[in-house]
């Protein structure tokens, strides 16, 4: 069984940083591409960032563009995301996901993966 916890969500001013983390522990895969994804209240999860299990292909939702960076750490099972210049509209629950189906790109649609952590709350303040 697999497991994905994600860290470092918490309560930010706008124009603050946050740092998100989601380990893998349990029967961890060879290989696997990540997403993060989030959802505000009243409103459908999203697709944030995606990553492929080398790092090299990574992609961001237009909303996050420029200030939203994931990255990797294969050695520690753990996948990285990045947020600066938040605004309120990035308040939500971000959820790290993990495809093990896919190693050299990674899907937008939450549908394909297949593991899921609990998530963090993230609010950004006005």
């Known amino acids: 069984q697999v497991q994905l916890v994600e860290s470092g969500g918490g309560l930010v001013q706008a124009g603050g940083s946050l740092r998100l983390s989601c380990a893998a522990s349990?029967?961890?895969?060879?290989?696997?591409?990540r997403g993060w994804f989030r959802q505000a209240p009243g409103k459908e999860r999203e697709f944030v960032a995606g990553?492929?299990?080398?790092?090299?292909?990574?992609g961001y939702a237009d909303s996050v563009k420029g200030r939203f960076t994931i990255s990797r750490d294969n050695a520690k099972y753990t996948v990285y995301l990045q947020m600066n210049s938040l605004n309120p509209e990035d308040t939500a629950v971000y959820y790290c996901?993990?495809?093990?189906?896919?190693?050299?790109?990674?899907?937008?649609?939450?549908?394909?993966?297949?593991?899921w952590g609990q998530g963090t709350q993230v609010t950004v303040s006005s």
């Open positions: 990553i492929s299990w080398s790092g090299k292909s990574t």
């Open positions: 349990g029967r961890t895969f060879s290989n696997d591409a």
């Open positions: 996901a993990a495809d093990p189906k896919r190693s050299f790109t990674y899907s937008s649609r939450a549908d394909r993966y297949d593991y």
